[in-house]
């Protein structure tokens, strides 16, 4: 999944960001930015209401629809709830999910957001048979994508939201506004037995993102790489 987004212009408000730790091993099911199961949950609020867009990465005994269900319980959004289970990508598929949601004039404002976790039993014994792992016992210094000597990722667990709300109603508002969500792409590309396609499925969603933005590539001035420290994801990135 690609994302263009514009620094300092529009109604993207912040309030924390800690994406899910996974991986993408060869047998994955392909797609673009990441594959596999993990989720993201859109709620849209509503000038009477709210509703919610979030993502589940693999809990294990949680159904994926649980996290957005519960904050838009939780804080009574009653708008569009929707939730995705797209591993990785899932984050980004729930952001682009909530800006569409606002552009076709079913929300006011958007909570988007995902969560998962590896460390979980089951989803940990399926990564540990599927995905390339770092065999060091440092953490800290076992993950390092993109470094030459990169041996796979580290397990780990988070979850973060965003809030996406209409441009013209956050300046009226007068809200602290972080940046502009100006396109999306996302695509999922495989061989004949279903081996994922990861360097066709990157080029197309990004090609994808910039055209919904009108932007070209020379505009791009950061790109946010996966970096999950595995070999053969960080040559497909490249």
């Not at 999944?1 to 730790?21: D, E, N, Y």
């Amino acid at each position: 999944t690609a994302m263009s987004v514009r620094r300092i212009s529009a109604g993207l408000l912040a309030f924390g960001l800690a994406l899910p730790v996974g991986a993408c091993g060869d047998d994955s099911p392909a797609g673009g930015g990441g594959q596999g199961g993990e989720g993201a949950t859109t709620t849209g609020v509503t000038t009477t209401g709210g509703g919610t867009t979030t993502g589940m990465a693999g809990c294990g005994e949680c159904p994926p629809n649980m996290p957005g269900c519960h904050i838009a319980i939780y804080n009574d959004l009653r708008g569009a709830n929707n939730s995705l289970t797209l591993r990785e990508s899932s984050a980004n598929q729930a952001i682009g999910e909530a800006m569409r949601t606002i552009q076709r004039g079913s929300s006011d404002m958007m909570v988007a957001g995902a969560t998962g976790t590896r460390l979980h039993l089951v989803r940990w014994v399926q990564t540990v048979l599927q995905e390339e792992l770092a065999d060091s016992e440092d953490p800290p210094s076992a993950a390092r994508p993109f470094d030459r000597d990169r041996c796979g990722a580290v397990l780990g667990e988070g979850a973060g939201v965003l809030v996406l709300e209409e441009k013209s109603k956050a300046e009226a508002r007068g809200a602290k506004i972080h940046a502009e969500v100006i396109g999306s792409g996302s695509s999922v590309v495989a061989g004949e037995r279903g081996a994922a396609c990861r360097e066709m499925a990157l080029a197309t969603a990004i090609r994808a993102a910039l055209q919904d933005a009108s932007i070209e590539a020379s505009d791009v001035g950061h790109i946010h790489g996966h970096g999950l420290s595995l070999r053969t994801c960080a040559m497909d990135e490249g």
